[in-house]
């Protein structure tokens, strides 16, 4: 069973030693490779650059560089590829981003028309492994799934060799994407991506924001005054159950959104048999 997390770039030297602390703790599950956020516009390009250097040379772990297409020329967004070739970045993961404003996507006059071009660039340039977004509920911005399955196709020709789904909160959801994947003869990994749900006014602002379904089922499990220990066990039961499921559904790989903490991913980890020896 291979296990991989995200993280975000910390805004504070405060934030930088937490997540540090947390990253330290997460290697001892021995994930196949982390990831980090390159923030809407680029706007946490060189904090994105900074803790991925550290990630890769002083922890020592795989790290799969975000890169997006917003807001950045063609030569601007190559710097940033040349930049993490220098520090030893093997794996990017090429998107074509978000705007800032939540806005319908706008590529810059001089720069990559979108992650397939990016990809292509990647590709024909460097030795880079390409890591892709997927959506088992299709992107906010698509017509349709059908779009969006047409499209990870194109990401996958053009190069991208493992893509990492957005997060669901109805595991069905997964198993039925894969299933149309299958048919439309799609044969990378496609890795179910995990949401920690650290409160239900967030999971619910984030499932609406990014235009995923909430099973009824979902709102039930925190529908009272719960106190925090009682939302926290609540919040880790679900993720077990979810991972539980996927897993024998026949998945060997997840991502966990770890939201820059640990405490939750390794409570689920050691309860699927994935953790030895935990600081």
Do not use: W
């Amino acid at each position: 069973m291979n296990v991989s997390f995200e993280f975000f770039p910390p805004t504070s030297s405060k934030l930088k030693d937490k997540l540090i602390a947390n990253i330290e703790r997460l290697k001892f599950i021995s994930p196949n490779f982390v990831s980090v956020t390159y923030g809407a516009g680029g706007s946490t390009r060189d904090r994105t650059h900074k803790i991925v250097n550290h990630i890769i040379n002083d922890i020592r772990l795989r790290t799969a560089a975000h890169l997006t297409c917003i807001g950045a020329t063609k030569d601007q967004i190559n710097s940033v590829i040349d930049g993490y070739i220098d520090i030893g970045v093997t794996d990017i993961v090429a998107l074509r981003g978000d705007m800032p404003d939540m806005e319908n996507f706008q590529a810059h006059p001089q720069g990559y028309s979108g992650s397939v071009e990016l990809i292509e660039y990647i590709k024909q340039n460097t030795h880079i492994n390409v890591f892709v977004s997927a959506y088992p509920e299709k992107h906010p911005e698509s017509k349709s799934l059908r779009t969006d399955i047409d499209l990870l196709k194109e990401k996958i020709d053009a190069g991208a060799s493992k893509a990492i789904t957005q997060f669901a909160l109805d595991t069905s959801r997964y198993t039925e994407f894969r299933e149309q994947l299958q048919k439309s003869n799609i044969e990378i990994p496609v890795i179910p991506g995990i949401m920690p749900i650290k409160s239900l006014k967030g999971a619910t602002n984030m499932a609406k924001k990014c235009d995923i379904s909430i099973p009824s089922e979902f709102i039930k499990l925190f529908d009272s005054n719960l106190s925090k220990s009682e939302h926290k066990k609540i919040s880790t039961e679900f993720i077990i159950k979810q991972c539980s499921e996927l897993i024998k559904e026949g998945f060997d790989r997840l991502h966990f959104y770890t939201l820059n903490d640990s405490e939750i991913i390794i409570e689920v980890c050691a309860s699927l048999g994935l953790t030895n020896s935990i600081n």
